[in-house]
């Protein structure tokens, strides 16, 4: 099992910054990818920005309309990944979800957070 937690979520004014964080307890060892999601209000849950260790080596990827703005890194001592938002838009605006995906014995899991609502003001 893995349990993930959200924060850092909160208002913003257009152009704005945040950084939002997603801490990551119990079986993390067999966690193989770690994404952030979102969820506006009306719209499907969509992928923002993802993170998958291979060794020693991180890649990520990224929505199209997020590349250049936002940078998803990762603190493997901490279990902790983050989502560094920067020149925020009022599309930005949107619930914020982690997601952890594991694999163990070749099952892969998703493990989700609560959500921490972000709100990017015009």
């Known amino acids: 099992q893995v349990q993930v937690v959200e924060s850092g979520g909160g208002l913003v004014q257009a152009g704005g910054s945040l950084r939002l964080s997603c801490a990551a307890s119990?079986?993390?060892?067999?966690?193989?990818?770690m994404a952030w999601y979102r969820q506006a209000p009306g719209k499907q849950r969509e992928l923002v920005a993802r993170?998958?260790?291979?060794?020693?080596?991180?890649?990520?990827d990224y929505h199209d309309s997020v590349k250049g703005r936002f940078t998803i890194s990762r603190d493997n001592a901490k279990n902790t990944v983050y989502l560094q938002m920067n020149s925020l838009r009022p599309e930005d605006t949107a619930v914020y979800y982690c997601n952890a995906l594991a694999i163990t014995t070749g099952t892969a899991m998703n493990y989700w957070g609560k959500g921490t609502l972000v709100t990017v003001s015009s």
């Open positions: 993170i998958t260790t291979s060794g020693s080596a991180n890649y990520q």
């Open positions: 119990g079986n993390v060892f067999n966690i193989v990818t």
